[in-house]
């Protein structure tokens, strides 16, 4: 049995709500009766965005839930930001399998339940930043990918880890009509170093806002990086491989001078059709509501992850 465990940035009275799921998680079909717990008004849940631990944290507010749902870049339902919201609502995430395969000693394959009941879960508090300059502050449930990189026990010859979504056309309009789904060649294909899958940040996501993820936003399990833009946390995630060379992902290959392999949130490195030094904050109202504030290096993680980067070029290779 799975709780989620307390985290420095829940306020006492939100930790002692989310002690009465205990039973929901990792239950299979019954798990979809989560209580809806999560406080997403946002007078009423001024929370705190995780920088890490015990780095200076911002005092932001949570983004409404119904925003994170309902505005969503999944392609495989549609590149309209509500099309995901709309086409995935029938999407079939039980029975699922996650396959560990690749330079390891250890591969493995976690079935529905095994998702939700091999490592413990915990909420944390992040930043979420779009390459479109749109932003949100999102509280995601899930587990530290490390522990899954240290129960796989990669080979000397591990040095990229990618990541892949499911591919099932007749489930994902997007996979099945090329004009829907933007073009890409399907099958979804992102990737990490080592050492970034390795970062106490980078997170393996099965619920948000107390409750299990929806389909638009990546059921039953997707990636979250919080110092990446959002292409890099591939969602749905059916096969993850240790690789000893660096893959081309889904964006590098279909537009490489837009979208490179480290996907960094750097203001100083304008996208070709737009500026990075600034972000939209998605919050309640309307556009005329959406405010904007500087966008920051790392996302807001600096301290945490520009280690993994020294001697690089961040310009070059964005």
């Not at 899930?142 to 880890?161: D, I, N, Q, S, W």
């Not at 979504?165 to 979804?188: A, R, S, V």
């Not at 995630?237 to 060379?245: G, L, N, P, Y």
Request: proline content about 7%; hydrophobic content about 40%.
């Amino acid at each position: 049995m799975n709780r989620f465990t307390r985290y420095d940035v829940t306020p006492e009275t939100i930790f002692n709500q989310r002690r009465k799921i205990i039973k929901a998680v990792g239950l299979g079909a019954a798990a979809l009766g989560l209580p809806n717990i999560g406080l997403t008004a946002e007078k009423s849940d001024q929370r705190k965005a995780l920088n890490f631990k015990d780095a200076p944290k911002s005092d932001l507010l949570l983004t409404p839930e119904n925003k994170v749902t309902g505005y969503n870049n999944f392609y495989e339902f549609g590149v309209d930001k509500a099309s995901p919201a709309k086409f995935a609502k029938d999407f079939k995430t039980d029975p699922w399998s996650l396959e560990i395969a690749g330079e390891v000693e250890n591969p493995f394959v976690l079935n529905h339940t095994q998702l939700f009941n091999t490592f413990p879960l915990e909420e944390r508090i992040y930043r979420f930043r779009c390459v479109e300059a749109w932003s949100m502050v999102i509280p995601w449930i899930g587990f530290e990918l490390a522990r899954l990189v240290e129960m796989a026990k990669p080979t000397g010859k591990a040095k990229f880890v990618i990541f892949h979504t499911l591919h099932d056309p007749e489930q994902m309009p997007g996979q099945k009509n090329k004009f829907f789904g933007g073009g890409i060649d399907y099958p979804y294909v992102e990737a990490l170093t080592l050492e970034e899958a390795m970062n106490p940040l980078t997170l393996l996501s099965v619920g948000l806002y107390g409750k299990m993820l929806p389909p638009q936003n990546g059921a039953p399990i997707r990636l979250v990086v919080p110092w990446k833009y959002g292409f890099k946390s591939i969602k749905s995630i059916v096969k993850i491989t240790f690789s000893e060379t660096r893959p081309r992902t889904t964006w590098e290959k279909l537009a490489p001078h837009e979208y490179g392999f480290y996907a960094n949130v750097n203001p100083n490195v304008d996208h070709p059709r737009w500026s990075q030094a600034s972000e939209r904050v998605i919050g309640s109202g309307g556009l005329l509501a959406v405010k904007r504030q500087d966008t920051l290096m790392f996302n807001g993680y600096e301290k945490e992850v520009a280690h993994l980067y020294k001697g690089l070029d961040l310009k070059v290779n964005f």
